[in-house]
Structures are given as C-alpha cells and as structure tokens.
C-alpha cells in the first residue's frame, strides 16, 4: 500500500502564511515601480539610462545575460543527473525546472527592454536576417523556453492527477484545475511508458538546446572585434559560468522553500551535501576559464589588452572584480572542500554569494569593454567616459528580478515541489528492496 | 408498386439534372479550347523579322509579336538600397595639412541638423606614443567594404551599396545598437532621446514634404528617438554635384572626395589620381588588420605644413556639437 495520504499531507501545494503574503506584495510593488520606470522610458527616450554612446549597453544587458545564465539550471541538474543516473536528484529537479522556466521567461523580456525601438518588435520577424547573432538568439530562446516548459509540464502529469483527487472535496475549483492540467492522465500502463518516453526525449533535448543557448549568448560579444570581448574562450566560458549561477540559485533557492514549507524530511543533509559538491564542480569549471580568459592576455600583453586588464585588476573596476572571483568563486570553493561547508545554512549563504557574484559577474563582461574603444573617447561629454546604472536602470533591473522570483513563488504555491509520484514509487521500491532482503 | 414508380423517376430526374450540368460544363469548356486553339491557328500570313538576344535574326509571324507593358518603376526609379551606378565613392584624409581648424566638424553638424552631444565627424588628438610627434585625425564614417555592423544587423536596418556607401534605414532600426558594438571606429551614434530638431524645417529645407518616408538616403535626417545615426557621405551632395560637406568647407584641403573607378579625388581646389596619390604619399586605412576594408585612405602626417599646437586652441575634450539652445 502506497502512502500517498502522507505524502498528499506533506506535499500538496497549501496557502500561503503570513511571511509568505508579504513576501509576494513586496514582490509585487518592486514590479510596479519597475514598471512605472519603464513607461517613462519609453515616453522619454532611453535618455533616462546612464548609457551613452560609448557605454551603449549596461545593466539591461547584463542582467539579460544573467537570466539566460541561469535558466541553464534545468540542463545541468535535470538532464546531466538523470542521464548519469543521479537517483539523489529526484527532490530538487521539480525546483531546478521552475527555476529554468522562470528565468528563461525573463531573459526573453528583458531583452526587449534594452530596444531603442520596442515598438519594432515585429521587424525582428519580418525583416530577420540569419547572418545577424541575434537573429539567432531570436530563435534558440523561444525554443528553449519551449522545451523548458515541457520539462516542467510533462513529470508534472501524475501529480496533478493526485492533487484533482487530493482537493476533490476540499476545494472543488482547485481540483477542476488540476484535473484540466493533468490532461486525463490516470496512470494506465500505456500512459506510463509514453509519459517516461516523453520526459526521457525532453531531457535529451535539453542539453543541446542549452548548451546553443549559452553558446550563442556568448558569440553576442565574441563575434564583435572588442577587446575583452574577441575571445575564442567565450562559448566555453559562458556554459560553464552559467552552470555556477543556475546550481547557485538553485542552492538558494532550495533552502528557502525546505524553510517555508518544512520538507526536511524529503530534502535532506544529504541532498545539501550533494548540491554541494556538484556546484564546487562547477565553480571549479569556471575558475578554470577565468584563468585562461584572464592569465593569457595579460601574459601577452598586448597595449589593448593591458588597458582592458588594468580597468579590471586595478582600476575603476577592481572592487568589484576582486569581489566576484574571490567571493563568487574562490570563497564558494574553499568552503564547499569542508563538509560543514556543506550543510543546509551554509550552504544558502554560499549560493547567495555565487548568485550575486553571478549577477556582477556579468555586469563585468558587458560594461568595462565598451568604455575602452580602439579610438580614444573624445568630443563627448565627461559623463560618457564611464558608466554607472541610473534610478530608472536599477528600478527596471530589481522589477525584472522581482518578476523572476514573483513566477518562481507562485509556481512554488500552485505545483507540489516536490514530485509526489515520483516519490512515492521510489519508496516503494525502497520498501521493496527491504522485503527481499530480509 | 408506387413506391417502385416513385424512385425510379427521382432517378431519372436526378441523372438527367447531372448529364445537364455536365454538358454544360463541358460545352463551356470546349468552346474555351476552341478559341485557344483559332487564336494560334490564325496565322496572318505576314512575317517580321526580329533579332534575337544571341544576335541571329529569325522570322516571327506578326500576329505573335504582341507589345510588353513595361514596368516604369524597374529601369527609372532608384533604388536607394542599390545605390548610384557605375560609383565607387572613396575618400583621402591628408593628415599632413590637418591643424583642428574644426571647419569640417561644424559644417557636418550644420547640414546633418545635428543637435546632440555626439558629432557624426570627429577631429581625434592622437599620438601614438609618447616619443613619437601627436597629431590631428578627422574621422568620418569609414563605409567599410567588409562592414561589421551589416553584417551583425539583425533587420538588414543598416546596409551597404553598390557605390560604397553604408547607409541606415531610420524607419526600421529596432535600436538594439550591435552596430555600434560592431563598429571598431565608434562611429555611430544614438537618439537617446527625441531629437531636438525641428523637423518640419529640415523637410521643408530638403524638401521632403508629403513624403511620409523620407528616404534612407537622407541618413539619419531627421533624426529619430531610439535609432542609430552616423555620417552618410552626403549623398544628397553627391546628387546635386556637389561635394561632402566636409570637404568644401576645410579651410586647408584636407579631405578628397572621388570615384575610385574613375581613380580621381578632389578636394575643391586640386584634382589627383588616386591610386598614385596613394602610392606616393603613402596611403593607409584604419585598422586595416581588422579586415573592414574601409572607403576611407589617410595619408600619414609627414612634412606638415602646419604646427600640431595651433589647433590646440579649438579642441574641445568634451564637446563635439555647439550647444544650439544658447541662441
């Protein structure tokens, strides 16, 4: 007999509590203030941006190329763990898709809010042309974000089955929902082998489709002739950097949810260690290209390379270089060597750092480049030879942010976190395992 | 019985309403070959003699010849994504004589409406290293042969032509500025807000009124918020035989402007042979190891005429446009 009542207790999406409501209201108003900031770039013209036409991208960019980063999370730990046969995954994968599908969502429209013309949108289609990177980022995030909901959607199937019977007296309109979204699953044996097949397909997919996401998120900056941008190590660079911040993230936000929702007993010590080690992993990765993206130009040290080093190492920059590889790479790693590095609490405030070394991390490619052209900046008014993001910039950054965590929190009410069917058939075999044992 | 009766003539009604509208049909049809075939059949007797495009001559009954209606637009109308004919246009920027007199750079800024804080013509100061003597650089829009930011415009806003220029469609530009990024000479500049022009003068001035879409040609004039701008090489000059404004306005023939097909440049006063002004002075491009092949040849600053000093008194760090709203 399987114990869904307890699992059903355990898992099934319930009401926000008091944290929780005025968790979602502040979301909500950072949204709209974002919001508001947004219109009146509009009305007035990006004027109200501290870009300019040396520094032509800023924060909207970076942040873009943080949400692309992260939605990288579904890759790695779903797919990558379940072909190596990872059983451990199985509590954190639900997360890692929510996670994904957020993220990606968001990267898709913060794009748009780096656009001279939003208005043009459309032109994009109509007049597309294939030689254009961003042609092709056109086309890989849609997919992407396509596959990513399918890999949220499709495990979900057997749960929504559950909670439609779950919530059938207790709240009826919830359990019409769940019962529509389940789309008549009922768990005959060929619903079941089509549904693994599905998954199994969507989770290969994945990986590619990842991997030509980060890929061509790279070539933005690698197929244009700046320095600090014309680097053959940016594919390698930027899928191994977003495999820290989406594991990053998912640490955080991992933790959080066991917190709110008392899941201590399916996400485990043993699942933190595990997280743990697979983001030293990938810290480890990216320290690796770091150093090749770094040590390199300033061994050869070509004139425009040492400019760009300097601003980096030593110059306008250094804090916050300093602060993303020591604080977002070397402290994580150390840390994490230690089994008490590890543990559930450290744990989260060693994948809020790697997040928001993340963040700034990306700040770091975008910005600095463009300050130092091959031609000396000249003619322009003092302001334009730095950069720095204006009240309007980080209202509409922090909104996208907001945006992000505010789809994560009300998937994390409406969908069980935690597969319930999934578990329970792991238990199950788990049980059975035991009786033939003994 | 009477049902047998019934059905039977229901089905001959029902054949004969079919054979009907078969017949119908296929008269119709018939009468339609017909008259294709007489068409063809009606031979006039009388033969043209016509010459074909290989050049031998073949007879062709008249009744065959049948006059084409021309397209008018095809071989009159312009093209402004094509270009001028038969051009190559191509520029020589005399480093030698240059000393920051600025005349260039304000008269760009006049005939462009420029009204931002990016001029589309820059004079840099440049040394290349502290040993080595500084001197002054005009730089224009390069109108690269192998042009980065073409190639990286996702709407094809930005493009290049047959006579070497590369031009901006301001009705299309989404303003995602990866030309800009693209651009190695920072060449371009953006309408970060609505531009202080007043438009209505400028098309009247251009004489672009009723047009709801001013020609690409006129690069970036007006300008529009949110789009890409950049020197043009004055083709609406070019049109009227004239000169880029740059050119007539420096006081000491720094700029050349010419065909290189036709291997001349002037700058007002002299006319040269191209490929031997370049030979013998020593011609260079900008970056040439990028690849960008531009349309734009500096001859180095040798022998010069005039002292690096004297245009100290114009150079402005911060400024590249006069500020029209102190008038």
New interface residues.
Partial sequence: MKNYDKLLNDLAPRKFGKTGVIWTISLVVIIIAGLIAYIDQIIKGQVVTNMSDYALWGVYISNFVFFVATSFVSTVTVAVLRLTKNTWRTPIVRIAEIISVAAIIMAGLTIMIDMGRPDRLMNLFIHGRMQSPIIWDVIIIPTFMAISILLLLYPLLPDFALLKKYFKNTKPKLSKWYGKLAMNYSGTDAQKRIHLNSIQIISILIIPAGFMLQTVDAWLFSTLFRVGWDSTNMGAYFISGAAVAGIGALVAVVYVIRRAYHLEEYITDFHFDKLGKFLALACLLYLYFNINEYLIPEFTSKKEEVTHMNLLVSGEYAPLFWFVIVGGLIIPIIALFFKKGRKPLPMFLIGLLVVVGSWWKRYLIVTPTLLHPFLPIQGVPESWHHYFPSVHEWLITFATLAMCLLIITLLVRYVPVVPIQRTADEQEALESNKNTKS | MEENNNNSRRKFLDKGLKLGLATAIGGAAISEISKLNAKSNNSSGEFVELMTTDGTLVQVDSSEVVEVVHCDDQDKKYNVREGMPNRKFVMVIDLAKCKNALKCQSACNKHHYITG???WL?????QEDEDTAPYWMP?TCMHCDHP?CV???????TFKRRDGLVLIDNE???????C???C???T???????PKQEQDQIKKELKMEGECHPSPEFDGVPSL????DKCDFCPHAIDNGELPHCVTACPNGVFYFGDKYEDTVTNGDETLRLSKLLRDKDGYRL?EG?GTKPSVYYLPPVNRLVDFKEGLDNF?????VENTEES
């Fill in positions: 804080d990016h001029a820059k004079v840099y100061k440049m730089t980065a190639t990286v415009c996702p709407v094809d806003a299309r530009c989404i303003g995602c500025r990866f800009m990024a693209a190695p000479y920072s371009r500049v953006f309408n970060w807000s609505e918020k949110g789009t890409v970056m990028l402005t760090e911060y400024k590249s």
